[in-house]
């Protein structure tokens, strides 16, 4: 039995394997990390924030983008959320078809998990020109659907606080004025 968890880092240009002994003998947990995936970050003590893998830096070290920030993080304090190729209707992605050398962006519309393909509306397009069966090596996400959502709240939230603060401001006028 081991005595708490430890960790061995292993990687090549794309992914890291994070290999945690067990307290539990003869189990062995495994997470491999890949460029493109979500993970959950510890940016201080009691801040987390959840973004992309964008780069490995070294065995056990990987660079994030939360968004607004981008962290450079141990990957034993990251928590993986979901892999690169855990593709969702609604994700926008970086997507190419076999016979192109280019990368589009656009939206998943269906994954075929079975066949490891997704149908992409690309930005631009009409409704009717879709990319059928785009496999997933020849797609990147690039937004998960919940962050778009995620970001779509925020900035209704900020009109709405921006909104209340000219109100705020506009009735304080009037009140020094009269």
Known sequence: MGSGP?????????NIE???SSNIEGIDDTIT????????VNVDADVTREGFIV?????NKVRVDCGELIVNALTDKCTLIAKATDFEVGDKVSARTDDSF?????KVLKVDKENKTIDVLMDGDTDDDIEY??????ARILMRRRA??????????????????FVRAFNDKEEVSA
């Open 18 to 20: 994070q290999r945690h």
């Open 148 to 165: 778009l959502v995620q970001s779509r709240w925020r900035r209704a939230f900020m009109v709405v606080q921006a909104a209340r603060r």
């Open 55 to 59: 780069e490995r830096l070294s065995d």
């Open 102 to 106: 280019l990368y589009y962006v656009g």
């Open 133 to 138: 069966d785009i496999k997933f090596e020849n």
């Open 6 to 14: 430890s960790s061995v880092f292993r990687g090549d240009g794309r």
């Open 33 to 40: 990390f890949d460029i493109g995936d979500t993970v959950k």
